[in-house]
């Protein structure tokens, strides 16, 4: 089965944007063609959005979201720092790693994200990084939205 | 690991089908079906519902998704201090 880890950006505006990739890409986890990697660092990243943005139910309502997507496996902190020697050097930006270790600990097969200075980095050679729009046309299958970013 | 046994009124059709999902080897026993059956429902109750909440959201331009980048670095830099602290 193909493996994918969505970045935080793919949550948020797939929870917010109704005409946006990334809200394709949140139905169609629903169908489980594909596994979702999670961690926990991405989920306290989206945790914490939601509550300075929208607020706490609306942060409960979207880690109950989270917690609940079929075919989905949570890596942990524990799991994702066995990788943090192996590409520390790759990424710019520190705090971006535990993504990174997450993807190779997930042995995903897809970074999905609207950030583009992370894909940028070194390690854009390991990582199969992919716009929310690619993911949707390249390994669903169908046309994406014209969106910024291909968010 | 901490579970409740809750009792649940089947038909006797949807009793029976789930029995054959198990036969063929789909499911181990009924109960993961059950639990399974009530993620997904769980999951698509609450899509459904953060959908109506941003139904009248307008789209998003690129100056928003810059600050969307930006605010999520912010959120990212103070998370890793905590975990950083924790795992080295």
Same mark, same amino acid.
């Given at each position: 089965m193909l493996t994918a880890y969505f970045d935080t950006n793919v949550f948020i505006i797939g929870t917010l944007q109704p005409d946006s990739n990334s809200r394709l890409i949140l139905r169609e986890i629903k169908k489980e063609n594909f596994k979702v990697i999670l961690s926990d660092y991405?989920?306290? $990243?989206?945790?914490?959005? #939601?509550?300075?943005?929208?607020?706490?139910? @609306?942060?409960?309502?979207?880690?109950? #979201?989270?917690?609940?997507?079929?075919?989905?496996?949570?890596?942990?902190? @524990? $799991?994702?720092?066995?990788?943090?020697?192996?590409? $520390?050097?790759?990424?710019?930006?520190?705090?971006?790693?535990?993504?990174?270790?997450?993807?190779?600990?997930? $042995?995903?097969?897809? @970074?999905?994200?609207a950030n583009r200075r992370l894909t940028e980095m070194k390690i854009k050679d390991h990582v199969n990084f992919m716009s929310a729009k690619e993911f949707i046309e390249n390994v669903c299958g169908y046309d994406g939205i014209d969106t910024v970013n291909g968010i | 690991?901490?579970?409740?046994?809750?009792?649940?009124?089947?038909?006797?059709?949807?009793? *029976?089908?789930?029995?054959? /999902?198990?036969?063929?080897?789909? /499911?181990? %026993?009924?109960?993961? /079906?059950?639990?399974?059956?009530?993620?997904? *429902?769980?999951?698509?109750?609450?899509?459904? &519902?953060? &959908? &109506?909440?941003?139904?009248?959201?307008?789209?998003? *331009?690129?100056?928003?998704?810059? %600050?969307l980048l930006t605010e999520i670095k912010e959120i990212r830099k103070k998370l890793w201090e905590g975990y950083a602290h924790r795992i080295f």
């Open positions: 991405l989920i306290d $990243e989206v945790m914490h959005w #939601f509550k300075i943005n929208k607020g706490k139910d @609306f942060a409960s309502m979207e880690r109950l #979201f989270i917690m609940s997507l079929p075919s989905s496996v949570i890596v942990n902190d @524990f $799991e994702w720092s066995l990788f943090i020697d192996d590409w $520390e050097d790759f990424v710019a930006d520190i705090d971006d790693l535990p993504h990174i270790c997450s993807y190779f600990a997930g $042995e995903a097969n897809y @970074f999905v994200t | 690991m901490n579970s409740n046994i809750d009792v649940v009124r089947l038909s006797a059709k949807d009793s *029976a089908m789930i029995d054959k /999902f198990v036969r063929v080897g789909e /499911f181990q %026993n009924k109960s993961e /079906f059950v639990t399974y059956a009530i993620k997904k *429902a769980i999951n698509e109750v609450i899509l459904r &519902e953060l &959908e &109506e909440k941003s139904r009248t959201t307008s789209p998003m *331009a690129q100056k928003d998704v810059d %600050n």
